[in-house]
């Protein structure tokens, strides 16, 4: 296996593939997301996972597996991205109060040689208990999740959150390393 690359400067991702003892560098992808599109499809997901990837990868000169990743959270077929700011992660974590809800984490693998790609989505389910405005007011001042899609990040939530986690916990996190490993095979 050749060189691979990181199209990502999530601290997350970056941990998550650190554990696959997988060796790699990071560019972060300059690729526009857009941020208008509400309604959920792994289609869409999918595709701002590649063109993440295709962005690093059309400015890579050297032969690599360029890794793309993006991360949704899903309430009722609607996709809740990263919060505007901290009013707009209160309301999202009031909508997930006592709800179960999708954390779909979409891979892309570009490689460089030739451009071609793999894609993948894998969704894992996430319950979440009923949530007081204290424990939701408290979260957000002290964790300030804007930078999370759903406006959490399930590794740090208190106890009391999550009622139950089925599927890959590292995906809700942000990179599923089984798939991507199968994808980069």
């Known amino acids: 296996m050749g060189k691979i690359i990181l199209a990502s400067s999530s601290p997350r991702r970056q941990n998550i593939l650190k554990e696959t003892n997988l060796k790699f560098e990071v560019i972060p992808s300059k690729y526009e997301e857009d941020h208008t599109q509400t309604v959920f499809s792994y289609e ?81 389910i996430v319950e979440f208990e009923n949530l007081t405005d204290e424990m939701i007011n408290a979260y957000v001042r002290d964790y300030k999740p804007l930078d999370k899609a759903g406006s959490y990040g399930i590794q740090e939530l208190p106890s009391g959150f999550v009622k139950n986690v089925e599927g890959s916990f590292k995906n809700i996190i942000g990179l599923c390393p089984d798939a991507l490993l199968k994808l980069i095979a």
């Open 44 to 124: 869409f997901i999918e595709n701002l996972a590649y063109n993440k990837a295709l962005e690093v990868a059309n400015r890579t000169t050297e032969e690599a597996l360029v890794i793309g990743a993006d991360t949704v959270v899903v309430l009722d077929n609607e996709i809740l991205g990263k919060p505007k700011d901290a009013d707009d992660a209160v309301n999202m974590l009031k909508r997930l109060s006592g709800r179960t809800h999708k954390v779909v984490t979409a891979i892309a693998v570009i490689n460089t040689k030739d451009k071609s790609g793999k894609k993948t989505a894998v969704t894992s």
